[in-house]
Nanobody, 124 residues
Framework: QVQLVESGGGLVQAGGSLRLSCAASERTFSYYGMGWFRQAPGKDREFVAAIAWSGDSTYYTDSVKGRFTISRDNAKYTVYLQMNSLKPEDTAVYYC?????????????????WGQGTQVTVSS
């Protein structure tokens, strides 16, 4: 089973940028859509962004449109989340996940493999 490892989180001031990476352990990653979710303390895990296996289609939750960009490099088995103009409300643990191949791409239950998460903290 593919394993995922996120990196790139950290502490940044409001208005700053971070780039998250999610590295997969095997090339089957290339055949699946990928998503980023986040979970803030005391809140449910929420959808952030997703990308089709080919990279041709991307999806974003409204609150990050125009600020975040999801991309992937199938040759490196890696998906990225470029986060610009960060806000304190973006503070959360960010997770990447592999889509099962069916069902809504914005629903966490449609994802079968998850990384361990990386903390993003945005100070005001």
């Amino acid at each position: 089973q593919v394993q995922l490892v996120e990196s790139g989180g950290g502490l940044v001031q409001a208005g700053g940028s971070l780039r998250l990476s999610c590295a997969a352990s095997e090339r089957t990653f290339s055949y699946y859509g990928m998503g980023w979710f986040r979970q803030a303390p005391g809140k449910d895990r929420e959808f952030v962004a997703a990308i089709a296996w080919s990279g041709d289609s991307t999806y974003y939750t409204d609150s990050v449109k125009g600020r975040f960009t999801i991309s992937r490099d199938n040759a490196k088995y890696t998906v990225y989340l470029q986060m610009n103009s960060l806000k304190p409300e973006d503070t959360a643990v960010y997770y990447c996940a592999v889509h099962k191949g069916y069902g809504a791409i914005t629903i966490a239950a449609r994802y079968g493999v998850w990384g361990q998460g990386t903390q993003v903290t945005v100070s005001s």
